[in-house]
Every structure is written in C-alpha cells, then in structure tokens.
C-alpha cells in the first residue's frame, strides 16, 4: 500500500499536467505557490522531483494570524533552501473584512502577476473543486460557475494537484515524513468553506453519497469540458457583423440576431457582452424578453452598473451614464464652438433668413421633444423626432444632439441638414468636424 501511496499522488500529477498541458518545456521557469500547508508542500515536493523545470517558491504572508502567519513564511523560506530553490516573499497588509476570502485570493493572484512568470502553479485537490462547486451551487451559479476551480487559466494558474485527493495528498507526505503547518483558520466555522468541508460535506457523505466529493469533481470536469467549446462558440459568434464593440467599452448587438439564436447561446453572448460583470438568472430573462420584444424601444438595467438600451431592433450595452445634461451656447461668427460631447461646428457665413433680421442671435443647443422643422429637400415640416426613426438614429444618440438657431427658428441639424428658409444657393451654415 505504500508503494501504491507514493506512486498515486506522483503519477497522477504527470497525468494531469500532460492532459491540460500545464507547464513548459524542461528548463522553463515556473512559480510554485507554497503556503507551507499539506497540499503546496506536496506539489512542491513533487515537481520537484520530476526535475523538468526551474522552480521558484512563491509565498504571500497576509499578516492575518500573527506569529502563526509568520511561522508560516519562515518554514516556506526553509523548505525552499533545504531543496536549493529561489524563493519570493511578499507581505500583504491591509486585508480585513468584508469579503475577507475574496480579497486574500485577489492579493495572492495580484502578488503572482508581479513575479512576471508566465506559469504559477499553486495546490488545489479534487477536495477543494468538490467544495467550489457545492458552494456554487448553492448560491445560484449556472453552467460556466459550475465548472469550478479551472486547471488551466488565461493568467497562467493551473492546478496539477487537481485529480488528486486531499487525504491522498496527506498520506504521501506522512510516508515520506515530509512536515506541513496546519492553518487555524481552517477550523474557524465563520467562514462558509469551512462549514462545508467539516458539517455540509461529511453530512451529504453519510447520508446520501459516500463518493459525494468524487460527483462534484465530475460536474466539474464535465462543465468545463462544456464551457471550452462554448468559448470557442461564442468568440466566432461576436467576431460576425451582427456584434460591434464600441471606443466606449460598450457593444451593438442585431436584435433580430439574438432572437435567431437557441436560448442557450443568447445566455452565453450576453454573459460574455457583459464580462466581466457576471449576469444573474434573472438578468438573463429580462435581455431575452427585451430582445424578442416585436418593436419599440426599452432599457434593462443589470448589476455593475451596465445599461442595456433596445432601439430600431438594435441593443447598446454600456455602463450606465448619467444622461448629457441640456446645453445652449452662443454661436460666434465665423469661429469654431465645441459641442458638449464631442466634435466642434463652424459658422461660415451670416446670412438673412426671408422673415428674419440679421442682428438676431445664432444659438446652438440640444435637441428637445416637440423640436420640427423643414429641410432642405423635404416638402414639409418635420418633427426632429420622426426624422430619427426616418434616419433610424437610435434612441441613445439623441440626447445632446446638436441643433443650430437663428432667431428662435431651427435653422440646422446634425445629419438633416440646413432649413429650406435659409437664403443663398450653395450656402451652408456649418461644417462640422471632430
């Protein structure tokens, strides 16, 4: 059983590096996060043992336990130089609740981005995917959340210790005598993990599946086999002219597109419209409806303050903005006037108006509702309103949109033109430019 023991964990490591494709070539550098707990010593011990890379030992102190946290950088600082390896040492201050979990697991991730290594492998088990994904599950997460803790990530994290378990860990160090720390916040039942490793856990164990962290590990694996092809989908899915993104972060979507599409695939392009703000249930519901709405315009307002704005079949998804407050500004003759916005308008020339008088003022304001006038070319006076549907501008460029006065009648608007009253052929009575 001991050959068994010391084989399984070391064979099972090489078989999972190979499957992902986790590491480099031999001879590559690569960092090893090490806490001086049971599962990074064990990973450190054994990639080391296989001798293909150059190790770097990794090690944030987060200041959190005291002489305890301080023991801890002491024995990673000895286990690096009793195995000859570099080791890289940082303290984190500053961490305090709320979200005390999270923000550790930010620091720690920030710590290994500084280090500059394009691999970080650090000691995840079968055990701590089985409680990523139960916790998940338990707070409403859907296929993509499901997936858990992934073996390789676009940072360069992966997790060779991922197919192995916690106790298989453990007893291959006890069999080789090799000492770990254990960590007192593991047995604190404030944290929620904690609870269920040591009460939900071994509950659902005896009650209901003995192999209960085995099934976990496996709707893992199978959803992130899913969540790779869904990757690949929706990234060829956004690059098609249905889809643009905008100098503002935002995005365009093609309404019509969206309702063509299996309700699977819609969730999966706006998840990935909105990344990384992650989109609830719900969210996903009030984009589909809003989408398949037969016309007209609406707005959905999802967490992190995005915005999600439907007209002329089209949707903008932006962070949401406080609307551009009303402007009016006192045109100078033959001189350039910035547009609140963006762009600048240039008067070319004076001129009179058949019922006007050339001492009135020229003004350029934003439009209003109820503002109509009549271009040139139309044979009627138009509302500025029904020219944007005529003109399909959606509803979210509207607001702000330039409009030049002389004498309180609209003598020019962005896109339609100059008034059909203005007097002199060939005449115009701006340029706008950027």
């Not at 298989?168 to 080789?176: E, P, Q, S």
């Not at 990234?235 to 299996?262: I, Q, V």
């Not at 309700?263 to 249930?281: D, I, S």
Request: charged fraction near 25%; glycine fraction near 10%.
């Amino acid at each position: 059983m001991k050959v068994v023991a010391r084989q399984a964990v070391e064979a099972q490591v090489a078989e999972t590096i190979l499957r992902y494709n986790m590491l480099p070539e031999r001879g590559q550098r690569i960092g090893v996060a090490v806490s001086g707990g049971a599962d990074s010593v064990c990973l450190l011990h054994v990639l080391h043992a296989m001798g293909a890379w150059e190790l770097v030992v990794l090690h944030l102190n987060h200041g959190l336990r005291g002489e305890e946290s301080d023991g801890d950088e002491a024995a990673v600082h000895a286990l690096a130089a009793a195995l000859s390896l570099e080791c890289i040492v940082e303290r984190a201050d500053g961490l305090a609740p709320p979200n005390l979990e999270d923000k550790a697991r930010r620091a720690r991730y920030e710590f290994f981005a500084r280090t500059g290594l394009a691999r970080v492998a650090t000691g995840q088990t079968r055990d701590d995917q089985a409680e990523t994904v139960m916790l998940r599950l338990l707070r409403g997460a859907g296929p993509a959340g499901l997936a858990g803790i992934l073996p390789v990530t676009d940072e360069g994290i992966v997790r060779p210790l991922l197919d192995c378990s916690r106790a298989g860990v453990r007893l291959w160090l006890a069999l080789r005598g090799i000492a770990w720390r254990e960590d007192s916040s593991n047995a604190d039942l404030a944290f929620d993990r904690n609870r269920l490793r040591l009460e939900l856990l071994p509950q659902l164990a005896r009650d209901w599946n003995p192999a209960v962290t085995t099934a976990l590990a496996h709707i893992a694996e199978l959803a992130n086999s899913d969540e790779r092809y869904w990757r690949e989908w929706t990234a060829a899915e956004l690059a098609s002219p249905s889809y643009g993104r905008l100098p503002n972060g935002g995005w365009l979507a093609d309404a019509a597109r969206l309702r063509s599409l299996h309700p699977a695939q819609h969730g999966r392009v706006w998840r990935a419209l909105a990344a990384p703000v992650p989109l609830r249930f719900d969210d996903i519901v009030r984009l589909q409806r809003l989408a398949a709405a037969g016309r007209g315009s609406g707005q959905v307002r999802l967490a992190g303050g995005l915005l999600v704005t439907r007209s002329l079949d089209r949707l903008y998804l932006r962070r949401a903005a406080p609307l551009p407050e009303p402007f009016q500004i006192d045109v100078p003759w033959n001189d350039f006037v910035a547009v609140p916005g963006g762009g600048r308008l240039k008067v070319q020339n004076r001129y009179t108006m058949d019922a006007g008088n050339s001492t009135q003022s020229w003004v350029l304001r934003s439009w209003q509702p109820g503002d109509a006038y009549q271009p040139k070319g139309y044979g009627r006076v138009w509302k500025l309103k029904d020219l944007f549907q005529l003109h399909r501008v959606p509803s979210w460029e509207r607001p702000g949109w330039p409009i030049m006065e002389f004498g309180g009648q609209i003598v020019w608007a962005r896109r339609f033109g100059l008034a059909a009253a203005v007097g002199g052929d060939g005449w115009m009575v701006v340029e706008e430019m950027p």
